[in-house]
Every structure is written in structure tokens, then in C-alpha cells.
């Protein structure tokens, strides 16, 4: 069975990570490719899933997390995910 249902936080998630992780207030994080997708992976993990079937029902999600509160709503939990990982990153 080919999957026909997505998670359009995934798509989401790590293009915030990254603007956010290059801007000013981030520069001290580390930005390596395993810290980087712990914090992709913890917000993913903090916020509901929003699955979808079609591109149409994907345009909704879209339009919806591009509003101001949605996307502070993102924005808090890649905060505390970003502070969790700098605490304790999964490297040397």
C-alpha cells in the first residue's frame, strides 16, 4: 500500500528551524546536522501531528501556520527544543 497521508509539520518545522537557527539571537547553537535534527525532531515531537491526504487539505495547513499566532505557536516550542539540545547535545 502506498502511503497517501502526510504530516505537514514536516515540511514546516525544519524550514523554521533552520531561518531561526540563522538568526542573531541563535548564533551560539550549535548548528551541526545531528543538532539540528534533535530540535526538528523534538518540536516535531511537542506539537499535534497535522495530517493530511491531498495537496488541497495541505494549502489549508499551509495558509493556517502562516498566520501571526500560529506561528508564534511554532516558534515557542523550537525555543525550548533549541534551549533542551544546547543543554545537552548528542555529540562531543
Known amino acids: 500500500?502506498?502511503?497517501?497521508?502526510?504530516?505537514?509539520?514536516?515540511?514546516i518545522i525544519p524550514t523554521l528551524v533552520t531561518v531561526m537557527l540563522n538568526s542573531p539571537d541563535?548564533?551560539?547553537?550549535?548548528r551541526?546536522?545531528?543538532c539540528t535534527v534533535?530540535?526538528?525532531?523534538?518540536?516535531?515531537?511537542?506539537?499535534?501531528?497535522r495530517y493530511v491526504?491531498?495537496?488541497e487539505k495541505r494549502e489549508i495547513i499551509f495558509r493556517l501556520y502562516n498566520q501571526n499566532f500560529?506561528?508564534?505557536?511554532?516558534?515557542?516550542?523550537i525555543i525550548s527544543a533549541i534551549h533542551v539540545v544546547r543543554k545537552n547535545p548528542n555529540h562531543d
Do not use: G
Request: a neutral charge.
Open 32 to 34: 551541526c546536522q545531528k
Open 26 to 30: 541563535y548564533q551560539t547553537v550549535c
Open 70 to 77: 500560529m506561528r508564534t505557536t511554532l516558534n515557542k516550542h
Open 38 to 49: 534533535d530540535i526538528i525532531a523534538l518540536t516535531l515531537n511537542s506539537v499535534p501531528p
Open 53 to 55: 491526504t491531498s495537496n
Open 1 to 11: 500500500m502506498a502511503k497517501e497521508y502526510f504530516n505537514v509539520l514536516e515540511e
